[in-house]
């Protein structure tokens, strides 16, 4: 009984250094990683609109959000905070649009070149956003999780509309690759230099963080998926409601 202990222990130990377990407090649905929120997201979203982002310094750059559709158009939106299929299970998001500052954007569309010759383009999860949306990730989050949100007492770089969630598919069949992780896995799976999954997923998840890198894209070491544009300090955390399609 002891022996078979120990290595019941040691394959739960095991199991969960290589991020496969789903805690309690989490779980998939349909292949989408959720958590169970702390409190309700509508009660959430309703006290977002009493609460103001952190002060701005001065001297930072004017904003300028640009549609990254009609600039890249081999690009494909996948904006999951527009729909149930994330990890709070609802919309914060009115429409699936993803912007980014224009020195960001065009950097992305010359990634998104350098990409197509390898036969992939990206596809987008997510962009700009606005930070009552970060105010309710960050209060929406068990405490134990929060290493994988924002916190809205800085801001975020989504908030700053530098920062780009995204990953690839195959321009032959339109089907997305296959990564390490799913997008917005709260695991160990979901860390950029994660050693586990096939060497396929591994390679293709280094080709996207090469091409980002080249162009002045930032990775994070807890999310393959996410990347920052260097100029990101120069400009301000930003409260915009998301724009819908008819507000262009």
């Keep these: 009984m002891k022996n078979s202990l120990r290595r019941t222990g040691r394959l739960f130990l ?19 990683f959720r958590i169970e929120p702390v ?28 549609d990254l559709v009609p600039l890249i158009p ?24 993803a912007l980014l500052q224009r020195p960001a954007a065009k950097a992305l569309a010359r990634v998104a ?14 962009a700009y956003r606005p930070w009552s949306v970060t105010w309710v990730f960050w209060q929406a989050t068990p405490e134990h999780q929060h290493g994988f949100v924002a916190n809205p007492d800085r801001g975020s770089v989504h908030n700053r509309g530098c ?5 690839l598919y ?30 396929k997923q591994r390679q293709l998840r280094d080709l996207l963080r090469q091409a980002m890198m080249a162009e002045g894209f930032k990775p994070i070491t807890s999310e393959w998926w996410h990347f ?14 998301f724009p819908t399609p008819q507000a262009d």
């Design 74 to 97: 081999s690009a494909r939106l996948d904006i999951r905070y527009a729909s149930e299929r994330n990890f709070l299970g609802t919309p914060v998001y009115p429409a699936a649009r």
């Design 228 to 241: 920052d544009y260097r100029d990101s300090a120069l400009y301000p955390v930003l409260n915009v409601p």
């Design 170 to 199: 195959r321009l032959a069949d339109g089907r997305p690759v296959t990564m390490p992780s799913g997008y917005d896995e709260f695991s160990p799976r979901a860390a950029a230099a994660y050693p586990g999954g096939t060497a």
């Design 39 to 66: 409190r309700p997201i509508a009660d959430l979203q309703r006290e977002a609109l009493t609460v103001s982002p952190p002060p701005q310094s001065e001297g930072l750059r004017a904003s300028e959000l640009v």
């Design 113 to 126: 070149e350098a990409l197509k010759a390898r036969g992939f383009g990206l596809l987008i999860h997510d």
């Design 14 to 32: 095991a199991t969960a250094a290589l991020g496969l377990l789903v805690l309690p407090a989490c779980r998939v649905h349909n292949s989408v």
């Design 163 to 167: 920062a780009i969630d995204l990953s």
